[in-house]
């Protein structure tokens, strides 16, 4: 997979908006959160998305990430957090109390393995800092990690859903699958699965080898995919497609969110997990 593949995939990759909270919304940090009606306590930074503009550099300086490989970080309703760190995808649980935060260690997938020496040293440093979190604060549009001295580490732009690649209207092209935990696979060569999403409520597209709809709601990032009508053909070439084809349905079922940056469409389920990602036909 190539430079720009890698670049349309991680700046999603989970990219992706929990689907139990609809609508980003800021918090300040600093105050507590009341519980719903449930006696609950949300998360108060759950169901928002980031993009990284500034970090704490090894020799202290304020550094601009990779042009092209800008970190994002999406904060799950269970305290669950995903991304991208340029290349590669991690996941952590996290904790809030008042202004204060404490990120557990990263698990990285190796999906987009980063080759270039520059990179691997932005993501290396970037989950260094993500842990060394003490607290936060949100002002505006920016989200702020602070280390314990009080100190700036991570500076954060919200992240913002471009009009230039619309939801409806838009073919959207496989690119990218969940398999197992946090396992992502391409789809075989030749199947060309797709996505379309029209204005009258029902998505369409092929799963490789029958084609398939279905009704489906949208919210600003919410969605949820009504009972699946697919054909009922059967193929053996290439190898694994009907696999990939029962896979790839069954995980469409789950989609309870979506987010989309740049040209990529990231479809979350609602463990806020990201389970398929798009590339936008031109």
Not at 27 to 47: F, I, K, Q
Not at 170 to 179: D, F, G, I, M, N
Not at 260 to 265: A, H, K, N
Request: glycine fraction near 12%.
């Amino acid at each position: 997979m190539g430079g720009g593949g890698h670049n349309i995939l991680s700046k999603v990759a989970f990219l992706i908006i929990v689907a139990a909270c609809l609508v980003s919304v800021g918090y300040s940090g600093g105050t507590e959160t009341p519980p719903d009606s449930v006696g609950r306590v949300a998360e108060p930074l759950a169901g928002t998305a980031w993009d990284l503009v500034a970090f704490r550099a090894d020799n202290g300086s304020v550094a601009t990430p990779l042009s092209g490989a800008e970190p994002l970080i999406i904060f799950g309703d269970s305290g669950t957090l995903s991304g991208s760190a340029g290349c590669n995808l991690y996941s952590a649980t996290y904790r809030i109390n008042g202004s204060g935060i404490k990120v557990e260690p990263v698990a990285v997938t190796a999906a987009y393995p980063a080759k270039a020496q520059a990179l691997m040293q932005q993501e290396s440093r970037y989950h260094e800092l993500l842990v060394a979190a003490a607290s936060y604060r949100v002002e505006g549009d920016r989200l702020i990690f602070y280390g314990p001295s009080g100190r700036e580490l991570l500076i954060f732009a919200r992240s913002g859903e471009p009009a230039s690649v619309p939801l409806l209207g838009t073919e959207w092209q496989l690119a990218r699958y969940s398999t197992t935990g946090s396992t992502v696979a391409s789809p075989v060569p030749g199947t060309g699965v797709n996505l379309t999403f029209d204005p009258d409520g029902t998505l369409s597209g092929s799963a490789g080898c029958n084609a398939y709809s279905a009704p489906y709601l949208v919210n600003e990032t919410g969605i949820a995919v009504e009972r699946i009508v697919a054909t009922k053909a059967s193929a053996t070439e290439p190898a694994g497609i009907m696999e990939q084809e029962a896979a790839y349905l069954a995980l469409l079922r789950t989609a309870a969110g979506y987010r989309i940056v740049g040209d990529t469409l990231a479809v979350i389920d609602g463990n806020g997990r990201a389970i398929l990602f798009f590339k936008a036909e031109g």
